[in-house]
């Protein structure tokens, strides 16, 4: 699975609260889209799992996202595929 993903556009939010998280993802998602990237990462990590949620919760209702998946072999990693 790595392998499909590798050159993916890719968005690390370690250390980031849930609100920041929210604003970085939202942006993020607005690039790649413009950028006509097709798939992006999203490295939330697992913790207590708030980032992960909010991250999850900005996913469902953001119009450029086709779908999404959490990694079989990362939970603290989402992937994206965006609707362009």
């Given at each position: 699975?790595?392998?499909?993903?590798?050159?993916?556009?890719?968005?690390?939010?370690h250390g980031e609260t849930g609100d920041i998280a929210e604003i970085l993802v939202k942006d993020f998602i607005y690039d790649n889209y413009?950028?006509?990237?097709?798939?992006?990462?999203?490295?939330?990590?697992?913790?207590a799992g708030i980032v992960k949620k909010r991250v999850h919760e900005e996913l469902?209702?953001?119009?450029?996202?086709?779908k999404y998946k959490q990694d079989n072999f990362n939970p603290g990693v989402t992937i994206v595929e965006l609707d362009i």
């Open positions: 699975m790595l392998r499909l993903y590798k050159n993916c556009p890719t968005l690390d939010l413009r950028l006509k990237n097709s798939c992006i990462i999203i490295i939330h990590g697992v913790g469902k209702i953001d119009k450029y996202v086709k």
